[in-house]
């Protein structure tokens, strides 16, 4: 309990400067992050954080505490955001959660990831189901990229495929009903395949 006061404390007195964040310079925001991650990492070298700042000046930042999918510290994770402190300016979440602009997918306007040389739009990708284990509830599946032949089976690509996956189940889900992740090349029958950012709605149907 001592280095959760220690590290809400910390963030307390700073809060206002990590707010900011976004309005200071590259090597500004470089240093502030050092700082929340050497503070949080005090707590738990296995979580994350992801700051989500307000559109409108005057509504909350998130502050998102993540495990990167790693089951061993939800309850770390989980025990730190129960007892994160009241502050009007901030809201504290755990785990990623699932988004809510499947619509704009759908139409092929959602934003692109960008990963250092990978550029993956969430619209342009493809699944399908490989195996589903009745035992631990979980599922196989493959994701096709169009230029997976380009960008081959580097640990950046499975990196920036995990990242999509949160965004698109939430981190606890991914967790929950995802055994194994798949990557190949599109393929000429995508009749066939399931576009990616209906693999909630797949899922809901599937494993009810």
Request: glycine share 2%.
């Given at each position: 309990m001592?280095?959760?006061?220690?590290?809400?404390?910390?963030?307390?007195?700073?809060?206002?400067t990590i707010k900011n964040l976004i309005n200071e310079t590259p090597k500004n925001q470089k240093h502030i992050a050092f700082w929340i991650n050497k503070n949080l990492n005090?707590?738990?070298?296995?979580?994350?954080?992801i700051i989500v700042f307000p559109k409108k000046e005057n509504s909350k930042a998130e502050f998102i505490i993540t495990a990167n999918g790693n089951k061993n510290y939800f309850h770390e994770l989980i025990t730190l955001v129960d007892n994160a402190p009241l502050l009007n300016s901030w809201k504290f979440t755990?785990?990623?959660?699932?988004t809510t602009e499947i619509d704009k997918m759908m139409k092929g306007l959602d934003d692109p990831y960008i990963f250092q040389d990978?550029?993956?739009?969430?619209?342009?990708?493809?699944?399908?189901?490989?195996?589903?284990?009745?035992?631990?509830k979980?599922?196989?599946?493959m994701i096709f990229?169009?230029?997976?032949?380009?960008?081959?089976?580097?640990?950046?690509?499975?990196?920036?495929?995990?990242?999509i996956l949160q965004e698109l189940l939430g981190e606890e889900r991914l967790h929950q009903k995802i055994s194994l992740v798949q990557l190949a090349q599109m393929t000429?029958?995508?009749?066939?395949?399931?576009?990616?950012?209906?693999?909630?709605?797949?899922?809901?149907?599937f494993l009810k």
């Amino acid at each position: 309990m001592k280095k959760i006061n220690t590290f809400w404390n910390w963030f307390q007195d700073n809060n206002q400067t990590i707010k900011n964040l976004i309005n200071e310079t590259p090597k500004n925001q470089k240093h502030i992050a050092f700082w929340i991650n050497k503070n949080l990492n005090y707590y738990c070298r296995e979580i994350d954080f992801i700051i989500v700042f307000p559109k409108k000046e005057n509504s909350k930042a998130e502050f998102i505490i993540t495990a990167n999918g790693n089951k061993n510290y939800f309850h770390e994770l989980i025990t730190l955001v129960d007892n994160a402190p009241l502050l009007n300016s901030w809201k504290f979440t755990a785990f990623i959660q699932p988004t809510t602009e499947i619509d704009k997918m759908m139409k092929g306007l959602d934003d692109p990831y960008i990963f250092q040389d990978i550029t993956l739009k969430i619209s342009e990708l493809k699944f399908k189901p490989i195996l589903y284990d009745e035992n631990i509830k979980k599922m196989d599946i493959m994701i096709f990229l169009k230029n997976y032949n380009l960008l081959c089976d580097t640990k950046t690509l499975k990196q920036a495929i995990y990242v999509i996956l949160q965004e698109l189940l939430g981190e606890e889900r991914l967790h929950q009903k995802i055994s194994l992740v798949q990557l190949a090349q599109m393929t000429n029958k995508e009749e066939d395949l399931i576009q990616l950012y209906e693999l909630q709605r797949y899922l809901d149907s599937f494993l009810k």
